[in-house]
């Protein structure tokens, strides 16, 4: 068990919705990162956010956002969903203490199916 | 950052030692090198990470060239829960910002 959290596990929705998958990381832990994973496909960078900020992105769509909460767990949200949106979704959280180089933590996603 | 070159796929027999390549020829002297693996559809694990001294821990050893332009992931008595994709990771000592991006990994197989 890794230790970071995320819900729900499986999401099936329609073309043109609007859906938010929300992560917990490890506790303690300040940066939370987002990746996406089609079939058969590496795991795309999308987004990092460090202690409520943005820090870092990646090939997002201008269709997905996300936030980090005062708590520090993250919520990515994907709007006007098309079939290609289809895919794994991981977030990952470290610790990023004075030594920057702890490893990422990833949880066990979130599966989105757009029909 | 620099850029990793892994074999796309592997295969080992079982409790044989498993030796997973990793090339990063234009690594910089602040940049670690991060394994990390992914069982079909899991959340990727992480495995072991190394600046320029060889690190071993429970799960696999990590030898890094004097040169450190390449680099190693063993582990030692491969099983067949071992199987999955393996990724090599180079990354500098980072600021609260970072693009930890993935290549496409070497996919391990252990045949019975």
């Known amino acids: 068990d890794s230790g970071v959290t995320q819900t729900p596990k499986h999401l099936i929705t329609a073309t043109g919705q609007r859906v938010t998958l929300r992560c917990s990381p490890r506790?303690?832990?300040?940066?939370v990162y987002w990746y996406q994973q089609s079939l058969d496909q590496g795991l795309q960078f999308l987004i990092q956010y460090y202690n409520g900020e943005e820090r870092a992105k990646g090939n997002i769509l201008e269709r997905f956002s996300a936030q980090q909460f005062p708590d520090l767990h993250s919520e990515l949200n994907l709007s006007s969903l098309e079939l290609g949106d289809s895919a794994l979704y991981f977030c990952a959280s470290s610790s990023e203490g004075s030594s920057y180089n702890s490893p990422l933590h990833f949880g066990n996603g979130t599966r989105l199916t757009v029909t | 950052d620099a850029k990793t070159t892994q074999p796309p796929s592997m295969d080992c027999a079982e409790g044989r030692a498993a030796n997973l390549p990793c090339n990063h020829s234009?690594?910089?002297?602040?940049?670690?090198v991060y394994w990390y693996r992914q069982i079909h559809s899991q959340g990727p694990q992480y495995i072991i990470h190394g600046l320029k001294n060889n690190e071993t821990n429970e799960m696999a050893s990590l030898i890094i060239t004097e040169d450190r332009k390449s680099s190693t992931l063993i582990l030692p008595h491969a099983t067949l829960r071992d199987t999955a994709v393996y990724y090599c990771i180079v990354n500098p000592l980072r600021s609260s910002a970072s693009k930890i991006i993935f290549g496409s990994g070497t996919r391990l197989s252990i045949r019975p």
């Open positions: 234009t690594i910089s002297g602040n940049e670690y």
């Open positions: 506790s303690g832990d300040l940066s």
